[in-house]
């Protein structure tokens, strides 16, 4: 039988180990003692427990996928005990030649001591295999009592005690179970008191440890079947902590709402004051109490803040006037030729005195936060105008004068628009030039055409290789190609028709053209 529980202890710790790993790499583990024998891969030492193997019934066992020979568990049904398996079947662990049917005792063999062996392993009858009827004169105990006489009579559903020679009822046990779960029937349980608190189903108490909630990432969070309302977790990544089910999401358990917000590596106050020193600040930042600034120590007094030598501010200096500058050191003082002025500027250097850039980067212009002009050495765009090229993403090559010109472009390249409103809503025509107001202002898609003169092609949209050249020029050509427009509303009325070619004020007024 040792040789058995040595082979059930080595399977159990191979079997809960890494299927990739072997633990120890080297020597001998040990449960229970800091040597474990040096013949033994695994030393289990203890005076008080033993050690439990898978629990289960003929058919759990019968279900288990190819299991390895040597494979031990305990069975809980038929005929219960320790099961190994050997070859192609499952055999029951048995002492050497023993007949546990005993069909080899005769009628009066049967009156000879029935002895459990020496470790009193061997039980007569089960839970569900029971003697109909007992006939006992004596009844000994380990404890060297005797019991010769009826104890109480025992009631259903109770069980009984046995200590020294009385046998008593007790009441049942409040745990339950069924299935694969456990219960607790009713009262409260207690965890670390014997005394758990009435109104707590469960009680942990402990002035030592904590509570250990069940930790997992936010994938295996996710991947909980149908979590009940309340379910809480602890999340080990992401924004780890500590998540309860709503019923609909997962929520993560915050502290009470903070006025304090971040955003970045920034972090700032959203409503009401803060006070340092004060729980009444009067103003967004009230300091009740000195200000100190480490940088400050080598310049006291020399600049706006007063301070004292450690660094400490204790007023603010100003003596500066609208003639004067604050510097950067601190200190008030002529405004420097290095400045430039917003009351204008003399004796300039076009060299060293100009707005703009001095490396290789776009210079923008901005009209009520709108887009209003840029000048861009990498993509070779210009723009000049309220809100205008203000949707441009690859477009390259653009010359735009005007408000809202070009306004819509996004990938159109090689366009000249001047003019308010000029080719407002291209966005991937190309090689267009539009000169006066509104001039190819509906243009989306059209390339290669040239507008000029206020409402020249005014409604083309996808019309392409025509030229506009006059005051409402082709103002309602749309999609036609190849047409010329020269003079005041030339082919005012020419929508679709192509090739077509018209010169001087009203040319094809009355819809004298070709029109496919």
């Known amino acids: 039988m040792k040789k058995i529980c040595f082979a059930f202890c080595t399977l159990v710790i ?19 003692t800091t040597s474990p024998n040096a013949s033994s891969a695994l030393d289990i030492t203890s005076t008080t427990q033993g050690i439990l193997i898978p629990r289960m019934t003929t058919a759990n066992r019968n279900a288990i996928a190819s299991p390895a020979n040597g494979l031990m568990i305990y069975q809980t049904d038929g005929v219960a005990g320790f099961y190994y398996y050997a070859a192609t079947a499952w055999k029951a662990v048995t002492a050497s030649l023993a007949n546990v049917s005993l069909s080899d005792l005769s009628i009066t063999a049967i ?49 009984i005690n046995i200590a020294g020679n009385t046998i008593t009822n007790i009441s ?111 103003q967004k930042l009230h300091i009740a109490g000195g200000l100190r600034v480490d940088t400050l120590s080598n310049n006291i007094d020399s600049g706006l803040l007063r301070h004292n030598a450690a660094g400490t501010v204790y007023s603010l200096k100003f003596t500066g006037d609208i003639t004067q500058a604050l510097r950067g050191n601190g200190t008030f003082g002529a405004l420097p030729n290095t400045n430039w002025s917003l009351y204008g500027n003399a004796n300039t250097n076009t060299d060293i005195n100009f707005i703009g850039t001095t490396n290789n980067q776009p210079l923008y212009f901005r009209v009520n936060n709108k ?87 005014l ?31 030339s082919g005012v009325y020419n929508s679709t028709g192509h090739d077509n070619t018209f010169i001087g004020n009203g040319a094809g007024f009355k819809k004298h053209f070709r029109e496919q």
């Not at 019309?463 to 509303?489: P, V």
């Open 172 to 282: 049942p046990t409040q745990w339950g179970a069924a299935a694969n779960n456990i219960y607790y029937n009713t009262g409260s349980a207690g965890l670390g008191t014997a005394t758990p608190d009435t109104s707590a189903l469960l009680d942990i108490t402990s002035t030592a440890k904590g509570i250990l909630v069940p930790r997992m990432t936010g994938a295996n969070k996710n991947a909980i079947a149908s979590p009940a309302t309340g379910l809480l977790v602890y999340q080990t990544d992401g924004p780890a902590g500590f998540y309860y089910y709503t019923g609909t999401a997962w929520k993560a358990v915050t502290a009470a709402a903070s006025q304090w917000a971040t955003s970045g590596t920034n972090i700032s106050y959203i409503n009401g004051n803060v006070g340092v020193g004060t729980t009444t600040p009067q």
């Open 14 to 32: 191979i079997n809960i180990s890494d299927a990739q790993n072997t633990f120890p790499p080297g020597g001998s583990a040990g449960i229970g």
């Open 459 to 489: 409604q083309n949209e996808s019309g392409s290789y025509n030229s506009f050249f006059g005051y409402n020029a082709g103002t309602s050509n749309t999609s036609a190609i190849n047409n010329a427009f020269f003079g005041q509303s």
């Open 111 to 159: 009156n000879a001591n029935l002895l459990p062996k020496t470790d009193n392993l061997y039980d007569i009858g089960s839970s569900t295999l029971r003697w109909r009827n007992t006939y006992l004169y004596n009844l000994n105990f380990a404890d060297a009592t005797t019991q010769t006489t009826a104890f109480v009579p025992y009631t259903p559903g109770t069980g």
């Open 371 to 457: 887009p209003s002009g840029q000048i861009n050495p990498t993509n070779y765009n210009t723009s000049f105008g309220y809100y205008s090229f203000a949707a441009n993403t690859t477009g390259i090559s653009n010359t735009v004068f005007g408000d809202e010109g070009l306004q819509n472009n996004t990938t159109g390249y090689e366009n000249v628009a001047i003019g308010d409103f000029a080719m407002h809503s291209n966005t991937i025509g190309i090689d267009n030039t539009a000169v006066g107001f509104q001039s190819g202002s509906y243009n989306i898609n059209g390339s290669e055409n040239a507008f000029f003169g206020a409402n020249a092609g």
